[in-house]
């Protein structure tokens, strides 16, 4: 679909809202005219006529079957004239995508990845009862979803108040996996073929987090959450793991640091001996991630488990002594439906975990599923949304609120990604990295450094390389790029 963008600066909102609602479709913006030999594109124009103080937003959507256009008039003399006028431009698109293609957005015109940040921003500066109704009518948004921001808000500010101007968190990347997962996209690499890798990839990882703790050291600040994710770190040996927690545990000061998870991630990953390490190791927070409980929806997906495996890794895991356990789940996995999904949420339930985050699937470009010709389609996305309202009631009625939430592009029906949580034990971690509190350090590859300015909004990334050969073989100027967090920090002094 050619979407031509006249006279404005709203390109790529028009063409986020576009790809929500035809999420298969090649989308190509052009600042040309559409010539005549052109039937099927999408037209958005402004024309701001000075003298009598108004601009003139046109929307037209034209395809074999279908014509129409929506147009607006808007005032020019407001304070948020250029936001005004894109949400204006969105609400006449987004009418006549859903006249389109008969359907509406759960999240209305809203295609960021962060609702819940302007959500908070609503309500801090005009109220909560504000927000919902901005959110409802000027977004366009479902009262299911509104009600869930609002949830979700109230539960994350009291997390975000741990936070301090001094606060950072720490992401450390173990990036192997037992086997790749149909959906996944990430840079993981199955553990068969990176074998000869993963202990010079250890040793230099150490390295990296004891440089890490230096600089959070002298430039006195407080690590607030440590989360050891993948990839499975779990893949690594007993021994490689006590090396890492080791490390850790001896080079930050863990009396300040409030939450310390370990992602350990595919149940058949997990032994005892590995769990008794990571606990004996100060580790308080882990997270067993089975995505589903039905075996053959486990198999479709390339996850060589089985559900039962999920059942004895949680047990082996309480014995082992932790008392907060997280469990991944996703709606809208391939060949399941509805009543597995509820099956495996009971079967989940059983099990009583302290945190269950539930993702919607987002078919993401380098994912064997989307490589397969795997699309975004009505049944598959009406199932996640029934899977997500089986969520929405059960979860509640269990004993869990909604404490983060963040979006994805190309996910089933348009939906969200949920940590629900027990009352105390939400995951610090994912809020402070969802809401963008405070800088977060990235160690290992693949590894993002977001450096945030404890005063104003301002973001600097340093990036990792991606890959652990190339994290290996470029070892110095990964050192030398941390430098730049000490660097930052001596700036701010
Ligand atoms: S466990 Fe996660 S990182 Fe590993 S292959 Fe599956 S989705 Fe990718």
Redesign the pocket.
Same mark, same amino acid.
């Given at each position: 679909m050619i979407v031509y963008i006249d006279n404005h600066k709203f390109a790529y909102e028009m063409e986020n809202l576009v790809r929500l609602f035809l999420p298969n479709e090649k989308i190509c913006i052009s600042t040309d005219s559409p010539g005549s030999m052109i039937t099927s594109y999408i037209f958005t124009s402004m024309n701001i006529n000075e003298q009598i103080g108004n601009a003139h937003i046109y929307v037209r959507v034209r395809t074999d079957d279908f014509d129409e256009t929506s147009v607006k008039d808007i005032i020019i003399d407001v304070d948020d004239f250029e936001k005004k006028a894109e949400r204006t431009m969105a609400i006449c698109l987004y009418g006549l995508l859903c006249k389109l293609t008969g359907k509406t957005k759960p999240w209305g015109i809203l295609t960021g990845v962060r609702p819940i940040k302007l959500f908070r921003r609503l309500s801090d500066e005009y109220g909560t009862l504000y927000a919902e109704d901005y959110f409802k009518k000027e977004l366009l948004v479902s009262d299911e979803k509104v009600r869930l921001s609002s949830w979700t808000e109230k539960n994350e500010r009291e997390i975000l108040a741990l936070s301090k101007p001094e606060s950072v968190s720490i992401y450390i990347s173990v990036p192997f996996?037992p086997? +790749?997962?149909s959906?996944?996209s990430?840079i993981?690499q199955t553990a068969d073929r990176a074998k000869k890798l993963i202990e010079p990839y250890i040793d230099l990882l150490c390295k990296e987090i004891v440089m890490t703790a230096e600089i959070v050291r002298d430039k006195r600040l407080v690590p607030e959450s440590i989360y050891i994710g993948?990839?499975?770190p779990t893949i690594l040996s007993a021994e490689q793991l006590r090396q890492l927690i080791e490390t850790v545990k001896n080079n930050f000061d863990m009396s300040v640091c409030r939450e310390f998870t370990v992602e350990a991630? +595919?149940p058949d990953t997990i032994d005892s001996e590995k769990l008794s390490v990571i606990y004996e190791g100060g580790v308080d927070r882990i997270s067993i991630?089975p995505q589903t409980l039905n075996d053959s929806v486990l198999e479709v997906i390339g996850?060589k488990h089985t559900a039962q495996q999920m059942y004895d890794a949680f047990k082996l895991a309480r014995t082992a002594g932790f008392k907060n356990i997280n469990t991944d789940l996703i709606a809208g996995l391939p060949t399941d439906t509805a009543d597995s999904f509820s099956k495996t949420l009971d079967g989940i339930l059983t099990l009583s975990p302290e945190s269950i985050t539930v993702h919607t699937l987002a078919l993401k470009r380098s994912s064997r599923l989307n490589l397969e010709g795997h699309n975004v389609n009505t049944d598959n996305s009406r199932a996640a949304a029934k899977m997500i309202s089986i969520c929405m009631k059960k979860l509640p009625q269990a004993g869990y609120e909604p404490y983060y939430l963040y979006r994805q592009s190309k996910t089933e029906g348009s939906l969200e990604n949920t940590g629900w949580a027990k009352k105390g034990f939400e995951g610090k971690y994912n809020v402070f990295v969802m809401d963008e509190t405070h800088t977060v350090i990235g160690c290992g590859a693949g590894a993002v450094t977001k450096l945030k300015d404890p005063v104003g909004n301002s973001l600097t990334r340093i990036f990792n390389y991606k890959y652990p050969y190339e994290y290996i073989s470029g070892f110095e100027e990964i050192l030398k790029r941390k430098e730049k967090v000490r660097t930052y920090y001596d700036g701010l002094s």
């Open positions: 996996c086997s +790749r997962c959906y996944c990430f993981s993948g990839g499975t991630g +595919r991630n996850r």
